[in-house]
């Protein structure tokens, strides 16, 4: 990085549409503004907002539509001029498949044995890959209305719904984020320990170690932090996707702790940030 500052917010489980709770949204809705506000004020300019999933409770459309009025409030409010924003999905950013379902047995067995279907990978008609792109629909929908104007054109998608890399430049540093659906197994209902994140989400297309050295950041967005992940998918995570010594930050949420920090990027060593962070 040169001596300019890359400052960032990272927001994450808004969960538009969560019904006992939803009364309690307006005030709070205020004083985030609010605090961004204040943020702005004394950041000068925010570069990224970064959302790491549960942008609903259901995955329902009228959700989506719901949240982006709510993330395009955030935006004229980080601006001018408007971060760019970036976004992976959530276990409540899908709709479930129905109880006993194929689908669903076939996501338990992968869960359960830590290996997918022979066809995962391979075949896009394969049972497994057909029921996930089918739970994620509303959310490809609504991501793919918006990419363009949120993300940019230069985007390689992965195999799964919210899989996707890409690259921005900011103040001559090239910045590469990479976003990876870590919720694609809850397509019941979870449980800590058991779920997959890979690489091979992307298939042969990407060679992350090349890739990172065309970059002075890295950003990481999942959903799950690393200890909802099989021990498998915990050490590629920290092994092959960002080694301590890559300088990836890898950003996440799920866990429903709000922690506002700041970091200085200098050591370039991979920093894993829970739930709300402006660095």
């Known amino acids: 990085m040169t001596k300019d500052k890359l400052t960032w917010l990272h927001l994450t489980d808004l969960h538009v549409g969560m019904g006992p709770d939803a009364h309690l949204w307006p005030n709070a809705r205020q004083q985030v503004q609010a605090d961004i506000r204040a943020l702005k004020q004394k950041l000068g300019l925010i570069d990224f907002v970064?959302?790491?999933g549960d942008i609903t409770q259901k995955g329902t459309e009228d959700e989506f539509l719901r949240a982006t009025k709510e993330i395009e409030e955030l935006l004229d409010i980080t601006g001018p001029p408007r971060p760019k924003f970036a976004c992976?999905?959530?276990n409540h950013d899908l709709k479930l498949p129905s109880n006993g379902s194929g689908v669903s047995s076939l996501a338990e067995g992968f869960r359960r044995t830590g290996k997918p279907p022979a066809e995962f990978w391979d075949d896009d008609e394969s049972d497994l890959r057909k029921g996930i792109q089918e739970a994620f629909k509303n959310w490809t929908q609504w991501a793919e209305k918006h990419h363009t104007e949120w993300w940019g054109d230069d985007l390689l998608k992965g195999l799964l719904p919210g899989?996707?890399?890409f690259s921005t430049e900011i103040r001559g540093n090239r910045i590469g984020i990479i976003g990876i659906n870590s919720a694609y197994l809850q397509l019941s209902r979870g449980i800590q320990g058991d779920l997959s994140l890979?690489?091979?989400?992307f298939q042969n297309n990407f060679d992350i170690s090349?890739?990172?050295?065309?970059?002075?950041v890295i950003f990481l967005l999942t959903h799950?932090?690393?200890?909802?992940?099989?021990?498998?998918?915990?050490?590629?995570?920290r092994n092959e996707i960002a080694p301590a010594s890559s300088g990836v930050i890898h950003l996440f949420g799920h866990n429903h702790a709000p922690v506002l920090s700041v970091g200085d990027l200098s050591d370039r060593k991979s920093t894993r940030l829970n739930s709300s962070h402006i660095p």
């Open 50 to 52: 970064f959302f790491t």
């Open 88 to 90: 992976v999905p959530g």
């Open 163 to 165: 899989d996707v890399i």
């Open 198 to 201: 890979s690489l091979r989400q």
């Open 210 to 216: 090349r890739w990172r050295q065309k970059h002075s």
């Open 224 to 237: 799950h932090p690393g200890s909802w992940l099989a021990k498998g998918s915990r050490n590629h995570l």
